[in-house]
């Protein structure tokens, strides 16, 4: 099993920066992929990015490309998303994920992670 806490929401002005964190424990050893999801007010969960545990390969939504960068540091079992150039659209809670099977691809389907952390409120204000 894999456990995932999740920190660094807030509130930040529109054109700010939020760094989110996300800490894994438990099997970490057996996670292939984590991803950043989030669900806006009203909306479906969507993805946001994704990071290969071993080989770092990284994917991300077209809404995001260029201002969100997505991390991990393998020796601390930690994701990281750095949201830069915030926009009001961006407000949504923010969730991450973990993979323990190998699927490929972008992973950026809901059903390819196994465990989800509690979601962490990013708001933008305009």
Do not use: H
């Given at each position: 099993q894999v456990q995932l806490v999740e920190s660094g929401g807030g509130l930040v002005q529109a054109g700010g920066s939020l760094r989110l964190s996300c800490a894994a424990s438990g099997r970490t050893f057996s996670m292939y992929a984590m991803?950043?999801?989030?669900?806006?007010?009203?909306?479906?969960?969507?993805?946001?990015?994704?990071?290969?545990?071993?080989?770092?390969?990284?994917?991300?939504?077209?809404?995001?490309?260029?201002?969100?960068?997505?991390?991990?540091?393998?020796?601390?079992?930690?994701?990281?998303?750095?949201?830069?150039?915030?926009?009001?659209?961006?407000?949504?809670?923010?969730?991450?994920?973990?993979?323990?099977?190998?699927?490929?691809g972008t992973w950026k389907r809901e059903y390819q992670y196994d465990y989800w952390g509690q979601g962490t409120q990013v708001t933008v204000s305009s």
């Amino acid at each position: 099993q894999v456990q995932l806490v999740e920190s660094g929401g807030g509130l930040v002005q529109a054109g700010g920066s939020l760094r989110l964190s996300c800490a894994a424990s438990g099997r970490t050893f057996s996670m292939y992929a984590m991803g950043w999801f989030r669900q806006a007010p009203g909306k479906e969960r969507e993805f946001v990015a994704s990071i290969t545990w071993s080989g770092g390969s990284t994917y991300y939504a077209d809404s995001v490309k260029g201002r969100f960068t997505i991390s991990r540091d393998n020796a601390k079992n930690t994701l990281y998303l750095q949201m830069n150039s915030l926009k009001p659209e961006d407000t949504a809670v923010y969730y991450c994920a973990a993979a323990a099977n190998w699927y490929g691809g972008t992973w950026k389907r809901e059903y390819q992670y196994d465990y989800w952390g509690q979601g962490t409120q990013v708001t933008v204000s305009s």
